[in-house]
């Protein structure tokens, strides 16, 4: 067996018009999205407590090295960045909190904590301004908190300058302890003359190290130790608060609700990777698209008319205006796809001036019908025509004005067998039917649902396939490749809910008998029948 070629799914090329179209369906769901993400938000801004905010500011310059008769001892001069790290990186903020409020806080707690502090450096030529701004629902205790912290930030700098006089002084002594050691080893070797010149040498050397010692103590003593920091504006319980901020929260939550529902729709969209229009419809295919049909409204199955104009020019044209001509009317996998496009062909064909019959092979009755209420008809069903093609022809003649008409043979109810009778009797019937008739539109189940299209679309001269907006692409090329295969004629594709539908609404006139034509009549007339437009 010969391997046969199945077309493949080219690759999907976004539109802008596709984008708009996407905007436009998606609307409904990022709008609910981003009501409940608004609702939520504002309930959930309201039950906050208020935040303040107290902020204690900081002057970071450099001091003279003397003040009139005073010595003045200060720290080495330091990046003002380095002040922001020591605060929130070092054990600075956890010694000020305990000896603030005497509360131990662990580490976690201090993470949390560290959240509520911010502290900003401002550089200037000379000197820096630092910021420290603090967080809490009790506006006296955010303006202690900054306080403590700008202290201790004041101390842990005065203490570098002690740290720094305190080194000095044990460096020199550790200096003179040297020089003791090694004229004391010098001596316990033995060597006179070696711990001779040791001791002189060390002595200068260690007169010279307890001057400096003394000199430093002495220093150390009367001076006076400054730091690089001083409080520049210490913090006030604020008097008013800087949250929750309501407007915000309610609008940074509709935005991302309306970000979550587009997503949402777009993401169905990427994974479904359905047919969003005409051009990707017929790049798909490898067909003409005969005509786009927008979205039907409830309980309607009437078609926008210039579409259908539009679609029964183009299919005329496929099949070069043959006749008589049987047009077979299928779907991918649902009924609804197809929904409208039969009668709708069937009306147009027969305002051209065309004797139309329109046969409903849905022998399984799963569709939603024609929309024509023909209870009143008491007429043999197709399946009787089908198991006896030689009966007399009795179908339900519908006027849709006063000069034009086309015949329909329903179905009354499911068969048995469907595909099996549809192969068995729908070729000499339509045999038949060609001696009376112009056109024939044979209304198909879908491909992929039933193999009754399979079976009855070696009989039509073509077969057209809608394709709802929204359509898997994998499951319009297996259709598609599957008639393919049987070597049915594919006259091109139709696509159906593009839109929402500006036709008119309502029913379909009501007529008995068969309206004048510019035909002549058939040879058996038809029974009178009432039809009127109503879903199955």
């Not at 409020?101 to 509520?116: C, P, V």
């Not at 929904?339 to 305002?351: D, K, N, Q, W």
Request: charge should be neutral; include cysteine.
């Amino acid at each position: 067996m010969l391997p046969v070629d199945m077309p493949s799914t080219p690759n999907r090329t976004v539109r802008f018009p596709d984008v708009m179209r996407s905007l436009r369906r998606g609307a409904p769901l990022a709008l609910l999205a981003a009501l409940i993400a608004g609702a939520a938000a504002f309930l959930a801004t309201q039950r906050m407590d208020p935040v303040y905010q107290a902020t204690a500011g900081l002057l970071a310059s450099q001091p003279p090295s003397s003040f009139g008769n005073v010595d003045l001892i200060r720290p080495p001069v330091v990046d003002p960045r380095v002040y922001q790290r020591v605060l929130l990186d070092s054990s600075l903020m956890h010694d000020a909190l305990l000896r603030l409020d005497g509360i131990d806080r662990g580490e976690a707690a201090m993470k949390a904590f560290q959240r509520k502090v911010r502290v900003s450096v401002e550089n200037q030529d000379i000197s820096s301004v630092i910021h420290i701004e603090v967080r809490d629902s009790n506006p006296e205790r955010a303006a202690a908190y900054a306080n403590a912290f700008a202290g201790a930030l004041i101390d842990w700098d005065r203490n570098r300058a002690r740290e720094m006089v305190a080194n000095s002084i044990a460096a020199i002594e550790r200096s003179i302890s040297d020089i003791d050691d090694e004229i004391a080893a010098a001596v316990s070797a033995g060597d006179a003359a070696e711990a001779q010149r040791l001791q002189a040498l060390g002595a200068t050397l260690r007169e010279q190290r307890v001057r400096e010692l003394e000199s430093a103590r002495a220093r150390s003593a009367s001076a006076v130790v400054v730091g690089l920091l001083e409080s520049l504006s210490p913090a006030q319980p604020p008097a008013d608060a800087i949250g929750p901020r309501l407007v915000f929260n309610v609008f940074v939550a509709l935005v991302l609700g309306l970000i979550f529902g587009y997503g949402v729709q777009f993401a169905r969209w990427a994974l479904t990777n359905g047919v969003m229009g005409r051009e990707q419809l017929a790049g798909l295919t490898a067909l003409p698209v005969l005509a786009a049909f927008p979205r039907l409204g409830r309980s309607s199955h009437r078609l926008a008319p210039d579409a259908v104009s539009y679609f029964r020019a183009n299919l005329l044209r496929a099949v070069r205006n043959q006749r008589p001509s049987v047009f077979g009317i299928t779907s991918v996998d649902s009924y609804d796809e197809k929904t409208g496009v039969a009668v709708s062909l069937a009306e147009a064909l027969s305002r051209s001036g065309l004797r139309t019959v329109l046969l409903d092979c849905d022998l399984r009755l799963q569709g939603p019908g024609f929309g024509i209420d023909l209870g009143r008809a008491q007429t043999p069903p197709l399946d009787a025509y089908l198991q006896n093609p030689d009966l007399t022809l009795q179908p339900v003649t519908i006027v849709s004005d006063t000069r034009y008409s086309f015949d329909v043979v329903p179905v009354r109810a499911p068969t048995k067998q469907p595909a099996e009778l549809i192969a068995y009797g729908l070729e000499p019937l339509l045999g038949n039917l060609k001696q009376m008739y112009d056109a024939i539109v044979v209304d198909l189940p879908p491909v992929l649902a039933f193999a009754d299209a399979l079976a009855a679309a070696p009989a039509c001269t073509g077969v057209v396939v809608a394709v709802g907006v929204g359509r898997s692409s994998k499951r319009v090329s297996d259709a598609v490749g599957l008639l393919e295969i049987n070597d049915i004629s594919l006259l091109g594709t139709v696509l159906t809910g593009a839109g929402r539908s500006k036709a008119v609404q309502g029913n379909l006139p009501l007529a008995s008998g068969r309206a004048l034509t510019n035909t002549p009549p058939r040879e058996v007339p038809p029974p009178k029948a009432v039809a009127r437009v109503k879903q199955r």
